[in-house]
């Protein structure tokens, strides 16, 4: 923001008494900010993670309309403890000894299994109360969170987990709140009491343990996460609750803390990004591969971001300049071609300001076409920089096998199928660039499993499966399978409903059943508290989904291949493609800087010392950073995940193209921050050929932004290729065949879930390998299961069948007859 703009509005607001003008200085605020960062985009810092800090997940975790009800969980607790130790006791935590405190936690989860569900009611609420840390006793916000971590341990080791595990799945089968909720005009914070103070507990308490020190209790934490109970993972039971929301069978959940604990769920279950890369390592070690030397996240930390493209309204006005100033053209007025910044490619600021002044008055050299300096202006002498890329250049054995067979077929006249080694009759030029392929040569984990599965449906009984392992991502894919489409469906209904450039609409679900209060805002204050909490409840919501959906399909492609498939082609069915650019197509610059927070309405903050009042100086009391980290967060997912669904799917790639993506994505080029530029940039490599000569020559910065971020294939032909008359069902045969295998894959590994061609002939079915027992004696001396019809009818069937049906043996001896019939 310019100094002009923040001078004004300051003054705006210390001189505004009238809360009636809050709105207007709020507007002013959001639409000044956007066109002030149009001009010069910030530097983000932001360092990308498997989740934010402790105290920003407690704080986000809770809407600023639940905060009155806190003083209910408190006064609960009072009660219990005046019950526990009698009402002339202190009601103080800390005054309770080690043994009293077990005591009362014991007490209390008694009470958890009493019929009376207000008895019941009042008891979960004091065991939430411990939970958050006393913070009726805490002095400051870290004090607070230290006595959570203390809490959560002692209620994890005496059982709370598992007891409200169990009030989670009855209050999931009470069918009389869901049926009171469908009946409601509009849903509100009301109907899902228990369920928010059931999940309240879960969460507090699972993201404590999933980062504790003690690596033992974690680890049984993990372990208890990743064994079924009642038949069903917890991960699976929150799935179903959040399908179940998404049907209008339960319109009462509350989804936002739903999808919170799904997602830390999955990441202590499954494991974060560390965790991901050493299965990584171990798997290709397994696999007879040399482990990753380059991870793409750790490289883009040591990037620099480039300068975004020139917008059109930069270009014209650069233009105008050109033709006003000729013959003479100021450097200055040039837009810089800055994005060669990175890896040591950049010039030195005081170099570049040196030769600026000395082109100042410098006219177009006749012939060369460049800026000269002025008489008596020695040229400078720039220092030799280190040049180099970020990432060692790739090449897929499909690339050598091409490569091969074009030379040969050039210089010799015919090919040699499956030969990679034979240089005969080709030049020396020609055999040093198949050395430098096979030096480069990268083979992926995938395409060792792609070749094994291959393997096994060829040859169906000498290669048996071997004995898969029992992973906790093997176990949830198990889980997962029958209902995996209805899950994609309802993650990405949500997202829908989430995204701020999605419209509402009468048909689209309620996502603010757990934020909007019982009765409604009467002040201008309030109402601009409530606006401020909406916003930010949809942010967080696509915070938790655009998690969950991505640690899926990491874990799953690393387990195996054709899971991920499986997943990626559901939600390619369900329009998220689309859907992730709509979500781009926004003010992205404003949606990244966004604020919508209330630093003293953020948990434990409201509940810690005495509360000011709120107004509009208060409001804006807070974080002063230039961007929010779950919406940073929730960007770079997405372009994750949609990275993930279109490399090396040609089909997929034309989707963007159709979909008119490259304007899109080039428009998020303007946060200048390197990782989430890297996933932008390699989404417009891989469809740059597509898009034509002059969309390469209109945006030859983005070009160079991409040769320089983006690691290179050799062979590839993205920055000169054309094949503009492409359409996406040109590329169906390949996605036909992908899904083909993929559903051979679950139904000879799983033998259940939804396959799309059951009927196929080139599908292969374990039964038809099966051995078949042809001794007479065992046949015949199996035990047969016979129904109570039979055996009621069991004469008439023996009369019907065999006395009275002649059976004609010598038939069985005749050569000519091909079939006998009884």
């Known amino acids: 923001m310019n100094g002009n703009g923040e001078n004004g509005l300051n003054g705006s607001s210390s ?21 002030s960062e149009d001009e010069e985009s910030p ?47 202190p009601t103080t935590w800390r005054d309770l000894s080690e043994a009293d405190q077990v005591q009362l936690v014991q007490s209390i989860l008694a009470q958890t299994e009493l019929a009376d569900p207000r008895e019941r009611l009042e008891a979960m609420r004091a065991i939430l109360y411990i939970a958050q840390g006393c913070w009726m006793e805490c002095q400051s916000d870290s004090e607070c969170l230290d006595a959570i971590r203390t809490n959560v341990v002692l209620l994890y080791r005496h059982g709370a987990w598992t007891t409200f595990i169990e009030l989670l799945n009855l209050e999931i089968e009470n069918t009389q709140a869901a049926l009171n909720a469908s009946r409601k005009l509009a849903v509100s914070l009301a109907d899902s009491t228990e369920l928010r103070i059931i ?30 109970l009642d038949d069903d993972l917890f991960a699976i039971r929150l799935l179903t609750m959040v399908t179940r929301f998404c049907s209008g069978t339960a319109p009462h959940f509350p989804m936002k803390k739903v999808l919170l604990l799904l997602w830390k769920v999955l990441l202590t279950s499954l494991g974060g990004m560390d965790v991901l890369r050493e299965m990584k390592d171990t798997y290709r070690k397994n696999a007879g591969l040399n482990p990753i030397t380059e991870d793409t996240l750790t490289v883009s930390r040591l990037m620099r971001a480039a300068s975004p493209p020139a917008n059109a309204a930069e270009l014209v006005e650069s233009t105008n300049n050109r033709r006003s100033n000729r013959p003479g053209i100021k450097r200055s007025m040039m837009t810089k071609q800055s994005s060669l910044d990175d890896m040591g490619l950049e010039i030195v600021q005081e170099l570049e300001d040196d030769f600026e002044d000395a082109a100042e008055s410098s006219t ?27 990432w060692t250049p790739k090449v897929r054995q499909k690339d050598v096998d091409q490569f091969f067979d074009y030379t040969r077929m050039k210089f010799v006249g015919f090919t040699l199928d499956d030969d990679h080694t034979t240089l005969a009759g080709l030049p020396h030029s020609i055999q040093e660039g198949v050395y430098t392929l096979k030096k480069h040569m990268y083979k992926s984990l ?34 997962m399978l029958p209902s995996l489409p209805q899950y994609v469906i309802a993650l990405l209904k949500i997202l829908l409903a989430s995204a701020p450039t999605s419209k509402s609409k009468t048909d689209s679900i309620n996502i603010m059943t757990d934020v909007l209060p019982e009765d409604m805002p009467m002040t201008v204050m309030q109402s601009m508290k409530l606006g401020i909490d909406v916003n930010r409840h949809k942010e967080i919501i696509v915070k938790a989904v655009s998690g969950v959906l991505l640690l899926l399909l990491k874990h799953f492609k690393v387990n195996h291949i054709y899971q991920f498939e499986f997943m990626s082609q559901h939600l390619v069915f369900a329009n998220c493609i689309p859907l992730v650019l709509k979500f781009f197509n926004q003010n992205i610059m404003a949606y990244i800087g966004s604020k919508n927070n209330i630093a ?60 008119k993506s490259a304007p899109i994505l080039k428009r998020t080029l303007k946060v200048k921050h390197a990782m989430m530029q890297l996933y932008v940039l390699k989404l417009l490599k891989m469809q740059t050929k597509y898009l034509g000569r002059q969309w390469r020559k209109s945006n030859m910065k983005t070009m160079s932004a991409i040769y320089t971020k983006v690691r290179h294939r050799l062979n590839d032909d993205w920055a000169f290729g054309n094949d503009v008359d492409s359409r996406p069902w ?45 001794c007479l004696s065992s046949v015949l001396g199996q035990d047969v299961e016979l129904t109570d019809e039979f055996k009621q009818n069991y004469e008439k069937w023996l009369e019907r069948e065999v006395l009275n049906m002649e059976i004609q043996w010598e038939m069985l001896l005749d050569k000519n007859q091909p079939t006998f019939t009884t």
């Not at 999940?199 to 079924?228: C, I, S, W």
């Not at 177009?364 to 970020?390: A, C, N, W």
Request: charged share 30%; proline share 7%; aromatic share 10%.
């Open 600 to 659: 003293l309405l953020d948990f434990p903050s409201c509940v810690i010392g005495e509360q000011p009042e709120l107004t509009a100086q208060t409001l804006e009391i807070g974080d002063t950073s230039v961007y929010c980290w779950r919406n940073m967060f929730s960007c770079i997912n997405l372009l994750r995940v949609l990275n993930k669904l279109t490399k090396w799917k040609h089909s997929r790639i034309m989707m963007l193209v159709v979909f």
């Open 446 to 479: 995938s395409e060792i499993q792609i070749e094994r599965e291959d393997d096994i449906a060829q040859h169906p009984i000498s290669r048996p499966e071997a004995p898969v392992a029992q992973t906790p991502t093997e176990t949830l894919y198990q889980a």
């Open 730 to 774: 040109d590329f169906q045969a390949e996605e036909c065949a992908l899904r083909a295998a993929v559903d051979r894959f679950n139904q000879r590994r799983y033998d259940k879930g939804n396959f799309s061609d059951s009927e196929n002939d080139n599908m292969v079915r374990d039964f038809d390998y099966e051995p078949v027992d042809n």
């Open 15 to 35: 001189t505004s008494t009238n809360a009636a003008g809050l709105p207007k200085i709020r507007e002013i605020l959001r639409r000044q900010k956007p066109d």
């Open 364 to 390: 177009i050299e006749s012939g060369f076409g460049r800026d000269s300096p002025r008489p008596g202006v020695p040229m400078m002498e720039l220092e030799e920089l280190p040049r180099s890329l970020p």
């Open 199 to 228: 999940l309240g507990v879960l969460y507090v308490m699972t993201e404590v343990l999933r980062d504790h020190p003690d690596q033992r209790l974690k680890d049984n934490f993990k372990a208890e996460l990743n064994v079924p």
């Open 43 to 89: 530097d983000i810092d932001f360092v990308y993670a498997d989740s934010d800090e402790f105290a920003a997940e407690m704080a986000e975790f809770y809407s600023y309309t639940e905060n009155p009800e806190m003083s209910t969980w408190e006064k609960a607790f009072e009660q219990a403890v005046g019950q526990f130790r009698g009402p002339d006791t």
